[in-house]
């Protein structure tokens, strides 16, 4: 078999290889690479394999001082060795992405103009209006695949973090690589900043985005619209996921955009998904069936409407009609419960109005409406009370609690309340990971309900089957497959979520149902090939050195 061979005409050498992160090596270039591409003497004479380097960075890394520190640590190595990075994220999953995602991205956003060293990513201001297109061609890559983009207005539970926030779309493409092995080249994290509301940014002599107050109403649709009809002019063939736009513009872009192009948002369809996928593997632990359930869920915004629609839909796929699926499925928002009588609900919410007297807390909502299932979607920390689980465990044998809220900080109870105040009966998830838990002798293992299970496989089923469209019948497939994945082995743990280590493996088979379902509903014009999964798996980037001569 040939050796993969760095077209040395066509790329750089010497100082500009070792300064370009998808390409370089670093102490691993070998005693050939170092004399044929001019390396000899920029490097130390000891040349190391990859896995001796993995394991450097690795003990570099945990001699970091806090999490900030070790984000920094690996945000620098991705940018001077990609494939290394990429190594050392793949083979310690379960260790670093808490570090890579939530809930140090959280921090990291935070600080996001503090801790800026070198740009990533591609910032469009309100300012770019007219020529977004002719600036987006100052991105490097042309094969773009999957742009994931944010405007920074809800930072995971952090509220609006403007121009900061870039730290999630880069985060988001990082796992997309990381978990399906999409080519980073391909990935492309867009910042749209239209401002920001944070006074606290608004007044912060380093903060790195505009300082002027959020564009809003026609101008604002203008500024996305020239986004969405530019990105897809110069990359046709991406995918668009929208993260963490405040929760008025993120239902209707969706509304907006989801006919006519290749998106869907995270948010509230990768959310509804991953959890549905949670309520499948409960339920297959503890016994029950979904149309049996109630659901009550704190927060009524975008994750939380979206796993009232998905889970209403397969409800309903399981026979119920809507109306008996919706009665089954009820909110709190911040105002308290969602009901009919209510003068201030959005479209949105009005859909899931029971109709039933209103309540102002979520204590009397579970002691009047008995669920089987609370979820907490509210980014309110600590809003699952000793009280509300106790409750919970007095209603239910096995209550299943899924506290999604991110960063930690902002989760609605921590894995050791769940456990402690359901006298060690709940079957328990969160957004965010905490570590396994002891009681009186027992051990629980914490399920993280993590979106990186679904969407990094959705995206790459659209680029295998080369999709036109992202369909919810896709993400209700991807939950379908996510619960397949889980094993009696994890159930022994009281994990309802695979095993981070497993999912390249997740991924690939989320991707082939996503595709599957492309081909059979005609949204696409390629040909279904013989082999679909030899071809998703062809396409995954694996992030191994390869010899350039
Ligand atoms: P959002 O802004 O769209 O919705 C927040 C909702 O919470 C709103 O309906 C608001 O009325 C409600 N709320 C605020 N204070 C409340 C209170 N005291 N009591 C009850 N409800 C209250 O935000 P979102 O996109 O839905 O995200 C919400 C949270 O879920 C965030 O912390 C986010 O990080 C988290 N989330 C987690 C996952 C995951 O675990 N995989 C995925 C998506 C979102």
Redesign the pocket.
């Known amino acids: 078999m040939s050796k993969p061979k760095l077209v040395i005409a066509e790329s750089p050498q010497g100082i500009k290889l070792l300064n370009a992160p998808h390409l370089n090596k670093g102490t691993s270039f070998t005693e050939a690479e170092r004399d044929e591409l001019g390396l000899r003497g920029l490097l130390p004479p000891r040349v190391f394999s990859q896995a001796e380097r993995a394991q450097h960075v690795m003990n570099n890394m945990r001699r970091k001082s806090g999490n900030l520190e070790k984000y920094i640590y690996l945000s620098s190595l991705q940018d001077r060795n990609e494939k290394l990075f990429y190594r050392i994220l793949i083979d310690n999953m379960a260790e670093l992405m808490p570090l890579v995602y939530?809930p140090t991205v959280g921090l990291a956003c935070q600080e996001y103009s503090k801790i800026f060293r070198k740009p990533r990513g591609f910032f469009i201001s309100k300012y770019d209006r007219n020529r977004i297109e002719e600036i987006l061609q100052n991105w490097p890559y042309r094969d773009v695949r999957v742009i994931v983009v944010t405007d920074g207005e809800?930072i995971?539970?952090?509220g609006d973090l403007g121009a900061n926030g870039m730290g999630i779309p880069v985060g988001k493409l990082s796992l997309y690589t990381a978990c399906a092995g999409i080519d980073p080249e391909k990935c492309l994290p867009i910042m749209i900043d239209a401002g920001t509301n944070n006074n606290e940014l608004l007044s912060d002599a380093s903060y790195i985005g505009l300082q002027e107050a959020r564009l809003r109403g026609e101008k604002y649709d203008a500024l996305l619209d020239e986004f969405m009809t530019a990105s897809t002019k110069l990359f046709p063939r991406a995918i668009i996921q929208f993260e963490?736009f405040?929760?008025a513009n993120?239902f209707r872009l969706l509304e907006k955009y989801r006919n006519n192009y290749c998106t869907f948002n995270?948010?509230?369809q990768?959310?509804a998904s991953?959890?549905l996928a949670g309520l499948y593997s409960s339920l297959r632990m503890i016994g029950g069936k979904l149309t049996e359930q109630r659901l009550v869920v704190?927060?009524?915004?975008?994750?939380?409407?979206?796993i009232g629609s998905l889970v209403v839909s397969a409800m309903v796929e399981e026979g119920l009609s809507v109306e008996d699926a919706r009665s089954l499925c009820w909110?709190?928002?911040?105002?308290g419960l969602v009901v009919a009588g209510r003068t201030d609900l959005s479209e949105h919410?009005r859909r899931f109005a029971q109709d039933y007297p209103f309540h102002r807390d979520?204590l009397t909502v579970v002691e009047a409406v008995k669920p089987t299932v609370i979820i907490?979607?509210?980014?309110?920390p600590s809003?699952f009370t000793q009280a509300v689980l106790e409750a919970m465990a007095r209603i239910n044998k096995r209550p299943i609690v899924?506290a999604?809220?991110?960063?930690t900080s902002?989760s609605e109870c921590t894995a050791e309340e769940a456990y402690r105040f359901t006298d060690k009966r709940a079957i328990f998830a969160?957004?965010?990971p905490f570590p396994p838990v002891e009681i009186d002798g027992h051990n629980f293992v914490p399920g993280?309900?993590?979106?990186c299970y679904i969407f990094p496989g959705v995206g790459l089923g659209i680029l295998a089957s080369e999709a036109s469209r992202v369909t919810d019948e896709m993400f209700t497939a991807a939950a379908k497959v996510l619960d397949k994945e889980v094993s009696e082995e994890d159930f022994i743990l009281g994990r309802i979520y695979p095993s981070l280590s497993r999912i390249r493996e997740v991924s690939a088979n989320i991707a082939l149902a996503v595709a599957k379902i492309a081909f059979a509903r005609g949204l696409t014009q390629m040909q279904e090939p013989a082999d679909l999964m030899g071809l998703i798996k062809s396409m995954m980037y694996d992030p191994i050195y390869k010899e350039y001569v």
């Open positions: 939530t809800r995971l539970g952090l963490d405040g929760n993120a995270d948010d509230i990768g959310t991953m959890t704190l927060g009524a915004g975008e994750a939380a409407l979206g909110f709190v928002d911040s105002k919410k979520l907490g979607a509210s980014g309110q809003t899924f999604l809220s991110n960063p902002q969160s957004g965010s993280q309900a993590n979106n």
